[in-house]
């Protein structure tokens, strides 16, 4: 009881978080199944199971749009099924965890080296939301001599923007910063525009709500504009709609708003594959034609198909 | 010089009025040009003038986008012109700001009968900014019976989203409000779009900074977009381009962002002719090819041609 607890505590953080990308959401959920398996140690082999399914369960749920919540899930039930002692589930468990973050870091560093050459040199970009993958991306391009300025706008309501202007600032690249519906303002005057994104499949890109209308604007005017994201946040078809489940407080959007005035707060959207010149991922870059294969190779742990989580 | 600086008072409040439209903010000018004239009796008819110019550059340039304050210092400096004696200039400035009143309010009307028209029975249809003549149309035909809902947003960074929202429910009508980003999520729902403008040329027309994705969103989804306007907001090619003489301080958008962030904050922006399905005005609905007419016939004070304006 007293561990549901801690859970929930572990949980409503990441989910409460509209600030940060989500490979930084997924490294605090690392966390999260680490400080579930303490103390389970004189535990059933089958209550720690039921145990990391109920913290795979809170961390989905927490987040629905955030793919590698998802994957490091999955990874993890998928990694201690079979185990014959509490024991081995930790060791498989940290050693999923491990893989994980290191898979993280890996995709990172390859993200970037492929972004360098999509810069161009001396001009413009735009830049949306906040994603810590676009972040190293463009100060690791900065801190290799690739000069370029960026301008990035502020992502209402939580204005996440401010964070990713900061970071991006710190890293040494010039910014300019406006608010999100002033894109005709600005994009004109970019070369190129990137973003990260929450989850991918078949049906299209989930991303901050924002990025329909710059995707739509790049096609308008004829500018490239690229998803930076490993292939962790890869789903199958059913998933990418999770986004759709969890509204906002409308608080949020406009607190006090009067009588008769219904506010929608909805975080996530989904932009059409097609809108994209290229998904930057550590395996390459990738099109919409390249999507298929890498959704079908899904395995999915049986706590999280998403059939069977309704009856939960 | 007391003077002076009263005529500074009474325009500041229309330099920092960011949540007004157009048209309301034409009739506070009206009362700055009566308020102007009081006290002039003693004068000669060529201080008096002076006087009016003042005024007229001084209201102008406080917004320079706001076509109304053009042609409202227009008419009556064209109205004074040649007058004989300084009763005589009361009297012809004071039938110029009524008939412009006038005019002002009977353009309301008439074009409200028109919009009623393009509103689908039943829908939700997208409204953006604040404008009073938009406004009016749509409480308007809300009360003769036809029944839609409008989804409206914020228009950072002064947010006059809200007060339109406000307004728009206290006619009785069903609103839902979202963030300005949020025009992917809402549009594809709507069946018609409206807007106010600021004022309208062979260039373009210009309007709040979000008009731009907005059109260009009606565009892609083939959704018919309205601009509902007086031909008051008619003017010559190179006034179109005053909006861009003003940019607001950075800090209405972010107090004290970091070192290395640059922030712009301009208000207005043009929207090609060609993206409007229709410029609803007290003569009809008019569309790219009908404006060139309007323009040509343009009267302009020697006071207030851009040439000669920019030596004094």
């Given at each position: ?127 949306y ?51 999100d519906n002033?894109l005709g303002?600005?994009l ?21 709500v924002g990025s329909w209308p710059l995707a739509m604007a790049c096609?308008e ?48 959207e989904?932009i ?41």
């Open positions: 009881m007293e561990k549901l607890h801690e859970l929930e505590q572990l949980v409503a953080p990441i989910r409460d978080d509209l600030l940060s990308g989500a490979a930084e959401i997924a490294l605090r959920a690392i966390t999260a199944f680490q400080t579930m398996l303490q103390g389970t140690e004189q535990m059933s082999v089958k209550e720690v199971e039921q145990r990391l399914i109920s913290t795979a369960h809170a961390l989905t749920e927490a987040q629905p749009a955030m793919a590698p919540l998802f994957h490091l899930s999955n990874k993890v039930l998928l990694a201690v099924k079979g185990a014959k002692s509490v024991v081995e589930i930790h060791e498989r468990c940290q050693d999923a965890l491990m893989k994980f973050e290191k898979q993280l870091c890996e995709s990172a560093e390859a993200i970037a080296d492929l972004a360098f050459d999509l810069i161009p040199p001396g001009e413009l970009i735009f830049a939301s906040f994603s810590s993958t676009v972040v190293s991306a463009l100060v690791n391009a900065r801190s290799k001599g690739r000069f370029f300025r960026v301008v990035c706008t502020e992502a209402r309501p939580a204005l996440e923007g401010r964070k990713f202007a900061t970071m991006l600032a710190a890293g040494g690249i010039e910014v300019m910063h406006t608010f002033a303002l600005v004109p005057q970019c070369r190129a525009a990137f973003m990260g994104l929450d989850c991918l499949g078949r049906p299209g890109v989930v991303n901050k096609k005017l004829n500018i490239p504009i690229y998803a930076l994201c490993g292939t962790e946040k890869f789903v199958d078809d059913e998933r990418v709609f999770e986004f759709e489940k969890h509204d906002r407080p409308g608080e949020e959007v406009w607190e006090n708003a009067p009588k008769g005035v219904r506010i929608l707060n909805r975080q996530f989904l059409p594959l097609s809108w994209l010149s290229g998904i930057v991922t550590e395996n390459g870059i990738l099109t919409e034609k390249d999507i298929g294969s890498y959704v079908s190779k899904l395995e999915v742990h049986e706590a999280l198909k998403l059939e069977s989580s309704a009856f939960l």
